[in-house]
């Protein structure tokens, strides 16, 4: 058994390309590209497009409690403290009867800004578009009928609504309101009139409800009068009708009537006399009674009379103490500070929307410039994978000229096609690899899954067989087994039947119909294919198949996913390793090729993969292709 030794090419590995930082750092001339497109974009956009806008804001305070000049009883209560009573008078502040008043007394319904009825349609306004779209399908779409005044003023307050900002700030009794429009005067004066508006409600509230609560005062006392009046007279006229006014008179009259009582109990009194007393005594205990009972009644009139006569003082009191408020009411809210005119306009705002440019086009430009250092990190022309190896680029095996088409049918169908000439290019290269002795056992191998190792191997197979040589195909890849697939001999037995000594090793070799070269294929097997491949078996079983066939090519697993392929590098006369274009980084390829220059195993070159040849050929000699 022979073993190729390594060609010692003049090229030397290039460094690994810079870090990130240092790759943005490099790329500053890009992103300072980006940042002046995007504040020049910033700039025409500001200038051109954008409407500026224009923001008032006015502050109010709410009194919790109102200035007492004098000490009277209030008609309404002043307000709270709570939030409940801030949110209610934000609300308050929201509603659609105060702002439909700022909307008739400023006329914002004629405002074009704040009703969208009276703005002109533009080209591209939904409502066009609709209609264009619908006479472009036949149907015929009228223009929308105007909407009546009151729809319109209902229009214009939710636009005016949506334009405020009203919020209590924290911790205070202050409510922030602010508005935004197209004009500076128009917001300062929208917010003026709306909070003057608002205190002016609530002083005229106040003055109603003191209204109101005179004008019943004022009828409760007519009537109280009144009422007094006629108690007084019955009074009077009690005290009138009856002899007997005070309680000492109806004592004497009781006394005289027990003296009457003692002159009847004298035993000496003839009956005529008798007679006399008594009828006496009997008309002064009548007078007793009857005045008793008019004494009584006099009294429970002028008690009514007093009390008609306090409550009338204290209505009347009352009256005066709420006329006297008519005057001195105040609103339960002061505004602080009127709105005026800004100066500067709210939106678009020139300094935050250039620095957001500058932002914007300094991280633009860093992706650009990282995009790029990856980019350029992968492979596109055979001299790119030669300075970054330090090992000869065998070939650039392109992919098939038809999408989706099987490779081997390619080459059949135009054997003067690229793909055919560079498998001739990659025969030579290798054939001339070693002039002494060229290589009979040819392993393929690739650092990643997918970069064309098994496709290369069939087709580098497949070019030594066109030239009327003995070649054998081995899959060594038992994880994938694939091959049996691909060429249409399904399921059969394979190398590890021979290793194990299954069966003979004719019966594990197949030839496919459309291929001119022999296979065996490869078995999937949960063992460590390292283990099976490292034995004297496998070194044995190669020995055997070296005087049966001129040319032997062995499909390895990928170096970065399995060591099968460092096991058969010694067993074999060449190593050739597939790198794909544009697909493969520089990392991926120097930890593959790293694992074989660690324990000094040959690599004979490598071959880009799956290359597109117009790019390739574009890129230059020497060119980075992108």
């Known amino acids: 058994m022979t073993r190729l030794s390594p060609i010692h090419l003049p090229q030397t590995a290039t460094p690994d390309p810079p870090p990130t930082l240092a790759a943005v750092l490099a790329g500053w001339p890009r992103i300072l590209l980006c940042i002046v497109l995007l504040v020049g974009l910033a700039g025409i956009s500001l200038g051109s497009l954008a409407v500026p806008t224009w923001r008032a804001s006015s502050t109010l ?3 919790p409690q109102e200035q007492t000049l004098i000490d009277l009883g209030r008609v309404l209560p002043a307000l709270g403290r709570d939030a409940q009573i801030l949110n209610t008078q934000t609300e308050v502040l929201k509603s659609r009867l105060l702002l439909g008043r700022v909307v008739d007394d400023l006329g914002l319904v004629e405002v074009a800004e704040f009703n969208p009825a009276r703005r002109p349609e533009g080209s591209l306004s939904p409502a066009v578009l609709k209609r264009r779209i619908a006479g472009w399908l036949g149907y015929d779409a009228a223009p929308p009928a105007p909407l009546l005044p009151a729809a319109e003023r209902d229009e214009t307050i939710r636009t005016l609504l949506r334009k405020l900002d009203i919020a209590v700030e924290p911790d205070s009794l202050v409510i922030a309101v602010s508005l935004t429009s197209r004009s500076a005067e128009q917001s300062a004066a929208i917010v003026n009139h709306l909070l003057e508006t ?14 109101s609560a005179t004008s019943w005062l004022t009828e409760r006392v007519v009537q109280l009068k009144a009422t007094l009046e006629q108690a007084e007279a019955a009074a009077r006229a009690a005290r009138a009708e009856t002899g007997v006014r005070t309680s000492d008179q109806l004592s004497e009259m009781e006394r005289r009537l027990a003296a009457l009582s003692e002159r009847r109990a004298d035993p000496g009194r003839t009956d005529g006399e008798q007679a006399r007393l008594k009828a006496e005594a009997d008309e002064l205990a009548r007078q007793i009674h009857d005045a008793s009972a008019r004494l009584v009644k006099t009294a429970q009139l ?29 609103a339960d809210a002061v505004i602080l500070s009127p709105a005026v005119a800004p100066r500067q306009p709210h939106s678009p705002r020139v300094p935050l929307v250039l620095a957001l440019a500058v ?79 060229p290589p009979r056992v040819i392993a393929v191998t690739s650092s990643l899954p997918e970069e064309g190792k098994t496709t290369l191997a069939i087709l580098l197979a497949q070019s030594l067989a066109a030239w009327d040589k003995s070649v054998l195909l081995i899959e060594a890849d038992i994880r994938g087994a694939t091959i049996a697939d691909r060429l249409g001999l399904g399921e059969q037995r394979g190398i590890l039947s021979v290793l194990a000594r299954l069966c003979e090793v004719d019966e594990v070799i197949h030839k496919p119909p ?34 049966r066939y001129d040319y032997i090519v062995i499909d390895t697993p990928p170096v970065l996913a399995a060591a099968d392929a460092r096991v058969i590098a010694p067993v074999v006369d060449a190593v050739i390793y597939a790198v794909r274009w544009n697909r493969t980084t520089r990392a991926q390829m120097r930890r ?25 050929t574009y890129g230059g000699a020497g060119g980075r292709g992108d």
Request: a neutral charge; glycine letters at 8%; aromatic letters at 6%.
């Open 61 to 63: 305070m709410l009194n």
């Open 198 to 211: 608002y205190v002016a409600d609530q002083r005229a509230a106040k003055l109603a409800a003191t209204e």
């Open 302 to 330: 002028e008690r009514e009379a007093r009390a008609s006569a306090l409550l009338y003082e204290n209505f009347l009191a009352r009256l005066k103490e709420t006329a006297i408020q008519t005057d001195a009411h105040t």
């Open 359 to 437: 932002i914007l086009g300094g991280g633009l430009g860093t992706i650009w410039v990282l995009i790029r250092e990856e980019w350029r990190l992968r492979f596109r022309t055979p001299e790119e994978l030669e300075r970054a190896s330090g090992m000869r680029t065998l070939a650039v095996v392109p992919e098939p000229a038809t999408r989706h088409c099987d490779p081997l049918e390619d080459i059949d169908r135009r054997p003067g096609g690229a793909l055919a000439e560079s498998l001739r290019d990659l025969r030579s290269s290798l054939l001339l690899s070693n002039l002494d002795k």
């Open 514 to 547: 459309t291929a001119g070269f022999d296979v065996i294929p490869g078995e999937r097997t949960a063992a460590n294919g390292a283990d099976i491949f490292s034995t004297g078996r496998f070194a044995t079983f190669l020995e055997q198949m070296r005087g």
């Open 592 to 616: 593959g090729i790293d694992q074989f220059r660690n324990f000094g195993l040959p690599l004979t070159g490598l071959v880009l993969s799956r290359a597109n040849l117009r790019r390739v």
